[in-house]
Structures are given as structure tokens and as C-alpha cells.
């Protein structure tokens, strides 16, 4: 695996700028992905995430700064104009072109504003009118330094700033063997359904895949493979400890949760068929017995028996 750099280097952060540039519309594709995929994936845990923000404060509408906002899907799908406002901070410029596009379709230009921002050099120009932060998937695309440096600024906000974020980690160790335990074995066949169900799928919708996408998504994950790394430039996964001893530093952890495991690769299935029923007919069945199946696993403590991949975990924290 990648190790994280403990500096930033100005030449690998033109490449995440460019490469962010360039490939923003397939990656809107496959990760912001179809609403009903996006609804089915995100809504649970970014329904729980709003009601985390809008408990810690009194403020209507409260403002909620999204660090890393990428075209701004993810902080949309919490906005609301009464309830809590939004301002997207973002290293790609065309990203933030995205995300101003997309806030005047879905009603919310009024009450969002998005910036373009590198956070190598991140300040804080909203202390005292900020009262929750939104991070979704950015930090692993830091290093160390430029980490530390945007959770001090975060730590400027003030005390009892709330703030999500959601990232990708390892949460036990990688290389070690899984366990071959009777539980082990079966909270494997367990999580191994999902896939033969997804798998059953895509034998059955290949032909209504969008072909063009499907191809563009396998150039960039050859691409990534060949030069070892997660996908873009920057991405390097965390060890789930780490990242909690750095959150440490400036709050209190008071919530952790399992986001999506078996989920991604079904809702990243899902978001290339191009049928918009047969689209809608997996989210309700296979997808969202993926996102269940996700809690399942996780709320009984079966992850370290079931992978040593990386899952997607959600943190909450509070500044002190």
C-alpha cells in the first residue's frame, strides 16, 4: 500500500488539479451517480449527518462549510433554504463550475456559494458565521502537512463546531490473513452474497450498460493500476486509527459508523445502467439490501472477519 506524504509537492498537486480537470465529468458519473443510485447509497447516513449538524446549534439557517466540495452533490443533498446553507471550498476549477451549475437545477443558488480553493493554503474567512463542516472523501487526498494544517484551521472555527467526515480506511491491518473461524466464515458468505447478487445482475442488465462510461471508468482504473495508485494522483487510503488520532487533536470523536462496503460496488454498478426502470428496480432491491446489509455487518462487529480492504466510515466531531 501507498504511503501517505508527509509534504506537499507543488508538481504532483498540478497533476490531482489537472487530472480533477479533465476527468470531472466521468467522475461526477461514478460517484455523485444517477439520483436514485445517489439517494439509495448516501441518504441514510447523510440524513443522520444533517440531523448530527442541526442538533449542536440553534442558528436557522444554520451555515455549513463543505471542505473539498467537488461539484457540490454531496452538501446539496443535506441544504435546504430555511435549514442550512452552504459554502463549497474546491481545488478544481471546473468542479466548482459543476457545482454552481448544479445549484441553480436543484433550486439552491440562493442559499449556496462555492469557491475556489487550494487547500495546501487553506484559511478559515468564516469564523464566528460557521457552525458545521462537511468533509467528504477529500482528506485521504492530503498530506500529512495539509491535513493538520486544515484541521487547525477547522479547530479556528470555534468551540462545538460540529463536523462529518467521511473517508476511506482501513480498519484493521491489510496485509494480515483472515480469520478462519466458523463466525469468521460465515459473516463471509454473508457479505459474498451481495456480490453474487450484483454479479446476477450484470449478467442480466449488460445490455442495458451505458457502454461509453463503462469504458472510461476501466481507461482510468488501468490507468491508476499501472502507476499504483488508488485512482487520482493524490489518494492514499487511511489506517482507521491514524486518522481518529489526528481528528483527536482538535475535538472529540462522539460518533463513528460504517458508510458503505458492500454498497460501493453495487451503486457503482448500478449508476452505468442506462434503463432508467431497471435502474430503479436494482436500487430497490439489490442496492438497498447492500446498504442494510452494510449496518448488519457493522453494528455486529464482523468487518475485520469479512475483509481487509478498505470501507468506507463516517466520523462525527466535535471542536473543543
Not at 463549497?88 to 475556489?116: F, I, S
Not at 463513528?256 to 454498497?263: D, E, G, P
Not at 436494482?282 to 455486529?300: G, S
Amino acid at each position: 500500500m501507498r504511503l501517505r506524504s508527509e509534504a506537499p509537492d507543488p508538481e504532483i498537486d498540478r497533476e490531482e488539479e489537472a487530472w480533477w480537470n479533465e476527468h470531472a465529468a466521468t467522475i461526477e458519473a461514478i460517484w455523485a451517480m444517477a439520483a436514485p443510485v445517489r439517494r439509495t447509497i448516501r441518504g441514510r447516513y447523510l440524513d443522520r449527518t444533517r440531523k448530527f449538524f442541526l442538533d449542536g446549534t440553534n442558528a436557522r439557517p444554520a451555515r455549513c462549510l463543505e471542505v473539498g466540495c467537488g461539484s457540490g452533490w454531496v452538501g446539496r443533498m443535506i441544504a435546504a433554504p430555511t435549514t442550512l446553507e452552504l459554502i463549497g471550498l474546491d481545488l478544481a476549477t471546473e468542479q466548482v463550475r459543476l457545482a454552481q451549475e448544479n445549484a441553480k437545477v436543484d433550486g439552491l443558488a440562493g442559499t449556496t456559494e462555492y469557491r475556489c480553493q487550494n487547500l495546501a493554503d487553506f484559511t478559515v474567512r468564516d469564523a464566528g458565521s460557521v457552525q458545521c463542516v462537511l468533509i467528504h472523501s477529500i482528506l485521504h487526498h492530503l498530506s500529512w502537512q495539509e491535513i493538520r494544517s486544515v484541521l487547525k484551521q477547522l479547530h479556528a472555527l470555534g468551540k462545538g463546531t460540529r463536523i462529518f467526515i467521511y473517508e476511506p480506511a482501513y480498519l484493521t491491518d491489510p496485509l494480515s490473513p483472515l480469520p478462519k473461524t466458523d463466525e469468521a466464515r460465515a459473516a463471509q458468505e454473508l457479505a459474498g452474497r451481495s456480490k453474487r447478487e450484483t454479479d446476477r445482475f450484470q449478467r442480466m442488465f449488460r445490455p442495458s450498460r451505458d457502454r461509453a462510461l463503462v469504458k472510461r471508468v476501466e481507461a482510468l482504473a488501468v490507468d491508476a493500476q499501472r502507476q499504483g495508485r488508488l485512482l487520482s494522483p493524490k489518494e492514499v487510503v487511511f489506517r482507521e486509527k491514524e486518522l481518529i488520532e489526528e481528528l483527536e487533536q482538535i475535538g472529540q470523536v462522539t460518533g463513528r459508523r460504517l458508510c458503505n462496503f458492500t454498497s460501493i460496488p453495487a451503486a457503482q454498478y448500478a449508476t452505468v445502467i442506462c434503463n432508467g426502470f431497471l435502474q430503479r428496480l436494482f436500487c430497490a432491491t439489490v442496492l438497498r439490501r447492500a446498504v442494510k446489509l452494510d449496518e448488519e455487518l457493522f453494528e455486529k462487529g464482523l468487518i475485520p472477519q469479512v475483509t481487509r480492504e478498505y470501507v468506507f466510515m463516517g466520523y462525527e466531531c466535535v471542536v473543543r
